[in-house]
């Protein structure tokens, strides 16, 4: 018997998001965003799934992980989102037709040297206020007008990102922006991320790239995943592997930080920071036990947190606890813990197993 800890990846949950997005934006087509592993669900079966369901591209920044969706046989359109970083890398991404966002005069140069024969998809990004990546608004059209003089460049796509589509400061100045930046230029545009696929319809354009929603996670603190009606794709599940009584006055864990003012009753869950789960947690943390919810106690420790089972005297060694996923938002346990759902997905550590599950497979008739 091994540790019972394990990330269970729903791909229902997946496809069912996907749709989600396919509602939302019913005329763009979509860049699945798979960068980091994919916010930590496997990058591979992530693009199995997605493209399986009729995704029309990816977008990541990790070369090798861009090669190895090409090698694993997707014909889709993948771009890399932070780019290229010197010019020896533009003869992989034309062998491999992988897309590169251009965001600095650097990479142009670059593209102007580029050996003969490539042909890149690039997507030419315009700092419309986000002050990351991208262009400034003055130099947008001279950016655009290099690359099309340039037999390396492709047809461009015009991109940005934005700042605040997930609060109330919205989108509408920095569509400003780039309407100021972009007028006159007929070309394809990529401009929603996940918050403004579900916000702000106005940004949808011909490609949108979803992230956060495709996993089933809401992008906004006032917005739970259930009200958008997204599913979550990962469940991190352990079980109980120790249970103690403690009497008022003693104390759990590292620090003792925690110190029962009654007796109590705790459960200690095989699951840790080296897991993934964030140290930062404090005492509250929602976790369920069973199918009841209950909260963290003490702090968290490398392998292992505790849970208050007071109120849960059917939970005894062996009893399973979901860490976050089905039935505990891990935007619930992302907030607890003053952070947000992407951080904690995208630290699942390598350690913690990864199971596949379909439920759509699990209750089909005919299996
Ligand atoms: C350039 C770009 N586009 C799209 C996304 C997807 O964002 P989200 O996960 O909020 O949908 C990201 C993620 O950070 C990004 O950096």
């Not at 989600?20 to 592993?37: H, M």
């Not at 991208?134 to 950016?143: K, N, Q, S």
């Not at 007028?183 to 702000?200: D, F, K, Q, Y």
Request: with cysteine; glycine share 10%; net charge positive.
């Amino acid at each position: 018997m091994s540790r019972p800890i394990a990330a269970t990846i729903d791909l229902s949950a997946l496809r069912h998001n996907l749709g989600v997005v396919r509602r939302c934006a019913p005329a763009s087509r979509v860049f699945a965003v798979v960068k980091a592993n994919a916010y930590g669900h496997g990058v591979a079966r992530v693009a199995r799934l997605l493209a399986a369901a009729g995704v029309d591209g990816f977008a990541l920044l990790e070369l090798d992980a861009a090669v190895a969706l090409r090698e694993a046989g997707h014909t889709q359109r993948i771009v890399l989102l932070e780019g290229f970083f010197d010019a020896g890398e533009l003869a992989v991404l034309a062998r491999h037709r992988i897309g590169t966002v251009i965001h600095h005069a650097a990479q142009i140069a670059m593209l102007r040297e580029a050996p003969a024969g490539i042909k890149l998809d690039v997507l030419v990004k315009l700092n419309s206020g986000m002050n990351r990546l991208g262009f400034g608004t003055a130099e947008l059209r001279a950016a655009v007008d290099s690359l099309q003089s340039y037999p390396a460049a492709g047809v461009p796509t015009l991109m940005t990102h934005f700042a605040n589509a997930d609060d109330a400061r919205g989108v509408a100045w920095q569509m400003a922006a780039f309407e100021r930046a972009a007028a006159g230029i007929v070309l394809p545009r990529t401009l929603a991320n996940s918050a403004a696929i579900l916000r702000h319809p106005q940004t949808h354009a011909e490609w949108v790239r979803p992230g956060i929603m495709l996993y089933g996670a809401s992008p906004f603190a006032d917005v739970s995943a259930a009200q958008l009606g997204l599913r979550p794709v990962m469940t991190l599940a352990s079980r109980i592997i120790g249970v103690q009584p403690l009497k008022p006055g003693d104390t759990v864990g590292y620090g003792g930080t925690f110190r029962a003012a009654h007796a109590m009753r705790i459960g200690v869950v095989a699951c840790g920071y080296a897991d993934g789960y964030p140290r930062h947690a404090p005492t509250g943390t929602p976790v369920r036990v069973g199918d009841r919810l209950t909260t963290t106690v003490g702090r968290v420790s490398m392998d292992m947190l505790c849970v208050d089972l007071t109120q849960l005297p059917d939970a005894q060694v062996g009893t399973r606890a979901i860490l976050w996923g089905d039935g505990n938002p891990i935007d619930d346990v992302a907030t607890a813990a003053g952070t947000v759902g992407y951080e904690l997905l995208c630290a699942l550590a390598a350690r913690v197993p990864v199971v596949e599950q379909d439920a759509a497979l699990i209750k089909s008739p005919a299996s």
